[in-house]
Nanobody, 121 residues
């Protein structure tokens, strides 16, 4: 079985910074794309940032220049550094990973449990 465990959410003032981390563990052969999604109050889940196993990144327009996604392939971890946070960044942030299972070789999508980020004065 595979688990994604997130950490680093919390309450921050507008203009502040937070760093989210996510670690994948379990019977993993290889982790391909990793990403962060978010779901704000009354909104649909949206992609925030994605990073390939080769380190190629892509960002939602709303976070470009403020957020940075990075990963450590040796540790199966992905981070999201969030700077200059705005109230509209308030959401539950979910970690995502596309994982090839060790025993079967099959591919499967995994999600973390979500971590709350609140930007408010």
């Amino acid at each position: 079985q595979v688990q994604l465990v997130e950490s680093g959410g919390g309450l921050v003032q507008p203009g502040g910074s937070l760093r989210l981390s996510c670690a994948a563990s379990g019977s993993i052969f290889r982790v391909y794309a990793m990403a962060w999604y978010r779901q704000g109050p009354g909104k649909q889940r949206e992609l925030v940032a994605v990073i390939s196993s080769d380190g190629l990144t892509n960002y939602a327009d709303s976070v470009k220049g403020r957020f940075t996604i990075s990963r450590d392939n040796a540790k199966n971890m992905v981070d999201l550094q969030m700077n200059r946070l705005k109230p509209e960044d308030t959401a539950v942030y979910f970690c995502y990973a596309d994982i090839q299972m060790e025993q079967t070789g099959s591919m499967r999508d995994y999600w973390g449990q979500g971590t709350q980020v609140t930007v408010s004065s």
